[in-house]
């Protein structure tokens, strides 16, 4: 078991796990892969102390060989949801489990907006896990919303289970439905089904672990990154405003900090 698990491998998880290592602490990042963060693609940017000029790739290839020169524990891939067990938190990444005593959360935004409906129906029909949920949808029909790499893994893992799958890779509309989902609304027209599997970059908050609470679609925390859960800790753009790369990593710093105390003061 890790001491802490940050869950992003962009500038607030590479600085949650450079800061977490000089408290002599175990880590392991777990994250989607640099290029996909919207850093890497920046021209340019004037904004970090010491650091001016730079484009985007050139600063988040600097983070990694830092982290990297640590031999820091960092592993690519999709964070799939996150259950508190008691003094512990187990992590279902990719489908593989990750133990951990503290969390760092350090996703970045929400990439891609709800559609209407989405959230309404979050546990009545909708959601984000194929691997968690798709045994409910034994002799079902559901939906695969999604374009990724992850979609097709999904789709091939629902065809196995329900009776009947629909991929929808762009259009849908409006999730609709009464106590329970009745189907999507697309641009073509009404799918009816039994469930709906979207399938993004990053997992909402909320679906991620249970009981996370938000303020104004971000996660909410204190002065020291904490959130309302005891262990979980959140750095970055996760936290909201301001949406910058010296912030984020100013958080980092703090959020394991804080995980260290968390941990010598229930060991």
Not at 94 to 118: F, H, P, R, S, Y
């Amino acid at each position: 078991m890790t001491d802490i698990a940050i869950i992003g491998a962009g500038p607030a998880g590479l600085s949650a796990a450079i800061n977490a290592y000089a408290r002599g602490r175990t880590s392991v990042v777990l994250g989607r892969s640099r290029e996909t963060s919207f850093i890497y693609k920046a021209e340019n940017i004037d904004n970090v102390l010491g650091f001016p000029g730079l484009s985007g790739r050139e600063m988040i290839n600097k983070f990694y060989a830092h982290a990297e020169s640590l031999d820091i524990d960092i592993h690519h891939g999709r964070v799939l949801q996150i259950l508190p067990m008691g003094d512990y938190f187990s992590i279902n990444f990719d489908n593989e489990v990750v133990n951990a005593k503290t969390i760092i959360l350090a996703t970045g935004i929400v990439k891609g907006d709800n559609i209407e409906g989405e959230e309404d129906f979050l546990g009545r029909g909708v959601s984000y896990c194929a691997t968690c949920d798709a045994m409910l949808y034994r002799q079902k029909s559901v939906v695969l919303v999604g374009d990724s790499q992850e979609a097709e893994a999904d789709y091939e893992l629902l065809s196995k289970v329900v009776t009947n799958v629909q991929w929808v890779k762009s259009g849908a509309l409006k999730v609709v439905g009464d106590n329970l989902v009745r189907g999507l609304e697309t641009k073509d027209g009404l799918i009816p089904c039994d469930g709906i599997f979207f399938v993004k970059e990053t997992m909402p908050f909320d679906s991620l672990i249970s009981g996370i609470e938000l303020q104004n679609g971000v996660v909410a925390v204190d002065r020291l990154q904490q959130t309302n859960i005891p262990g979980v800790f959140a750095a970055g753009d996760c936290t909201g405003w301001p949406y910058q790369l010296p912030k984020a990593v100013g958080e980092g710093l703090v959020a394991a900090q804080q995980a260290d105390r968390y941990i010598r003061a229930f060991s």
